[in-house]
């Protein structure tokens, strides 16, 4: 069985946070991981992908299933407990679920360009654990061309096209340096994980959740880098944040107006953003009235993110296909590497015989022999050791055999009929 590319994880898509977190690993211990897949197995190269929201396997193996056992070996888990959300992609849905994901259109947050660092880390870890082989180096090295062409050609990673990437937008048009901001986010869903991941993105002094469960909410802040408050703490501590996301189901607003207002005396009125995606309303609606509140609703996203969707749609089809046509030219790449061993031999074979012409002429040379019957001889001697295994091959072939040898050699010697 051949050597191919595989593919092979769980992601956002495909698993539970819960899930996730179970398989990930830890950066310190990457190589003695990627050391142990290796070890008595098919593998022959390897790389891993562990983020926040997915950990994948890149291998050349000869099958897939080696490695999606040893994923669940490594990690002590029993094989049922991943395989429902296991993903194993073959040599070109591989590559092109590499190219797609580098190009950030795997991603939670559409053309998101921190993926393709997190892929850079994860060639880089293969190559000094030394399980980065002449295949897979070869794929992370065309598949970070295809992002970098992606995001230089097309719009992907410029537009407004979800409602977290809209509150990220809105809140730059306040503040001059998000990274300068406290944001407070209360919830802990999906939309939230969203709107966490958008601003995580901008690097903010400081990032908090606020939630009912708190397990939920020390989950999100662990992968974003953040802390957790209890929400009974929100009304307390509201002043501490420049930023305030809500999106929870609460059937009674968590922010009111007295709680802003006391909030921005005590912030001596420093403008506030406040993002409310509920419904029913997380945060009041009079609260949009006081002066250094900016609101906004899950309408006034809306009309942003619409604004967007046509050039979101350009530039995802533009993307698709670079893609598929950068997907060819890879394995286009592959299917010439199985010829390299024959050209190897036939170019040894080719120097072979002209080493050995060239000593015969170099010795008639130094007899003394005329240099122009020498070359002559040289030339002669040369072209009847490069003609004769075709020329054998020939006349060693039989019926139907004969005609498929005499097409072959007229199409390798570019010979026509009239010859």
Same mark, same amino acid.
């Given at each position: 069985m051949s050597v191919q590319v595989y593919a092979l994880g769980i992601n956002h898509h495909t698993a539970p946070l819960d899930i996730r977190e179970q398989v990930a690993f830890d950066p310190a211990r990457l190589g003695a991981a990627l050391h142990d897949l290796l070890r008595g197995r098919s593998v022959r190269e390897a790389a891993i992908l562990s983020t926040c929201n997915r950990t994948e396997l890149y291998c050349a193996a000869e099958s897939p299933a080696a490695a999606a056992g040893w994923l669940a070996e490594y990690h002590a888990l029993p094989p049922r407990r991943i395989e429902p959300y296991l993903y194993q992609h073959p040599q070109k849905d591989a590559v092109r679920h590499m190219f797609r994901v580098?190009?950030?259109? =795997?991603?939670? @947050? &559409?053309?998101?360009?921190?993926?393709?660092?997190?892929?850079?880390? +994860? #060639?880089?870890? !293969?190559?000094?654990?030394?399980?980065?082989?002449?295949?897979?180096?070869?794929?992370?090295?065309?598949?970070?061309?295809?992002?970098?062409?992606?995001?230089?050609?097309?719009?992907?990673?410029?537009?407004?096209?979800?409602?977290?990437?809209?509150?990220?937008?809105?809140?730059?048009?306040?503040?001059?340096?998000?990274? =300068?901001?406290? @944001? &407070?986010?209360?919830?802990?869903?999906?939309?939230?994980?969203?709107? +966490? #991941?958008?601003? !995580?993105?901008?690097?903010?002094?400081?990032?908090?959740?606020?939630?009912?469960?708190?397990?939920?909410?020390?989950?999100?802040?662990?992968?974003?880098?953040?802390?957790?408050?209890?929400?009974?703490?929100?009304?307390?501590?509201?002043?501490?944040?420049?930023?305030?996301?809500?999106?929870?189901?609460?059937?009674?607003?968590?922010?009111?107006?007295?709680?802003?207002?006391?909030?921005?005396?005590?912030?001596?009125?420093?403008?506030?953003?406040?993002?409310?995606?509920?419904?029913?309303?997380?945060?009041?609606?009079?609260?949009?009235?006081?002066d250094d509140v900016f609101l906004y609703t899950l309408d006034d996203l809306g009309q942003i993110v619409e604004s967007g969707q046509e050039s979101r749609q350009a530039a995802i089809v533009e993307a698709e296909e670079i893609i598929t046509n950068r997907v060819d030219d890879f394995l286009h790449w592959v299917e010439s590497r199985e010829t390299v061993p024959t050209i190897r031999a036939l170019r040894d074979a080719a120097e072979r015989a002209r080493r050995h012409e060239l000593e015969h002429a170099m010795k008639l040379l130094q007899r003394g022999d005329d240099p122009a019957m020498v070359l002559e001889a040289l030339s002669k001697g040369l072209t009847n050791k490069l003609l004769h295994p075709p020329t054998q091959a020939l006349n060693l072939a039989e019926g139907a055999e004969r005609g498929e040898v005499a097409q072959l050699i007229s199409r390798i010697w570019r010979l026509s009929s009239e010859n």
């Open positions: 580098a190009s950030g259109l =795997d991603s939670m @947050v &559409l053309g998101e360009p921190q993926i393709l660092g997190q892929m850079k880390q +994860a #060639a880089r870890a !293969a190559d000094e654990a030394g399980t980065l082989g002449t295949l897979l180096n070869k794929l992370f090295q065309r598949t970070f061309a295809v992002a970098k062409e992606v995001r230089s050609t097309t719009a992907i990673g410029a537009n407004i096209v979800s409602m977290a990437a809209a509150a990220v937008h809105l809140s730059e048009r306040i503040f001059e340096r998000l990274s =300068d901001q406290q @944001v &407070l986010f209360i919830g802990a869903g999906e939309m939230i994980e969203l709107c +966490a #991941a958008h601003f !995580a993105g901008a690097k903010p002094k400081r990032l908090s959740i606020a939630n009912r469960t708190a397990a939920r909410a020390e989950g999100l802040a662990e992968r974003f880098g953040g802390d957790v408050l209890r929400l009974e703490e929100v009304s307390e501590r509201l002043a501490e944040y420049d930023i305030v996301v809500s999106c929870t189901a609460s059937t009674l607003p968590i922010i009111g107006l007295g709680m802003a207002e006391r909030a921005l005396k005590t912030r001596r009125h420093r403008p506030m953003v406040m993002v409310d995606l509920a419904v029913p309303r997380d945060i009041e609606a009079e609260v949009g009235k006081l």
